[in-house]
């Protein structure tokens, strides 16, 4: 992923951190009719399956570590798991979580053996998940391309840590599996998928316009790129009076596919869905107020009838700001405050639009006595 501004672009990926403090935001403050129309958006992605993944786990649902990995050049591990129904000589043990560690290298390889193959011996297969946040709050993805031969590759995408957590799928009869796990140090260059640990937004940016570029592909083996990227996630971290507009374009080319944008907060749950096909486009504003608020925006692709890449921009623009994030916000950096311009009568978003200032004393000519 490139994240950009002005003519500079360097390497960026996007992130989870989950703490906040709680408030209410009316739904209507959120996105803008696309040619779809929110109901239709809605109607579509729930009869393709999206809504169930990404899944939120928090509590005893995601709050015990079994390791971490990558601290060595390879690891391999064994575990078991099983729920509802355990044989007499098992523990119920409904699932494991496997933290990724990448402080000696940029990637990982992951891969994961069921039982010596996709199955166990009873029939049973696993659910494989890619979460990230931190224990007992996280997001996961179903990332079942991770099992069998070759397994996937992992980058640091988060400020948070990441995880790969390990459950049985239930059966007809007994829910164990026995499993291993493998991961490997990365030595590679170069990588399709660009990343470093960093937010879009924070409490304490002053910038007031972000582009950012990028591509998904969800589903495993139906990726037109070699980049398989499960999830791009972003934080936005807003102080109440701050108004971000956040609008999101996809398009057709060099990747095509069917791509949904998750508007979420882990207070609220889910604020927003939003579904989209190649050149499509969508706007969230984001107005906060009793409180910060901290936003998680996921892009995720859809199992399509051919491939499942889609290519993505977004233009992020702080429209105004609290004086907690900037007392003297200048938006178009003309030397005017947003705050005088609009009460000398000027446009604070146009560079050419000055207040008229005749002894030049800072004050415009409106309000200088």
Known sequence: MIFCKSNLCIPLAFVVAFTMVSCQISPAQFGSENELGRDNATYYAEQLGYMNSPVYRSGDDSDILSGEMGRSTQQTKTGKVCDPDCPGDWELDPYDLWQLNFDLVRLLIVEVDIGGGWLDDDGTDALLEYCIGELGDMLCYNDTSGLGDGGRIYVPKTTNPEFIRISPNPSDGYDNVDYSIKVTLYLEDETEDDTTRSSLIDLYTKNRNFDVAGAVCSVGGQCHSSSEDPFDMFVISLWPGDILNLEFNSYKFPHRGQMVVRLSTTSDGVLDNVQFWDDDSWIFRLEPDGGVKTYYISVFTLNGESYDDMTYYIDATLLWVSQYRDPLPDFDGDGWTDHDE?????????????????????ICDILDE
């Open 342 to 362: 609009l009460l000398c009568g000027t446009f604070y978003t146009n560079f050419f639009s000055v207040p008229s200032d005749f002894d030049d004393d800072q």
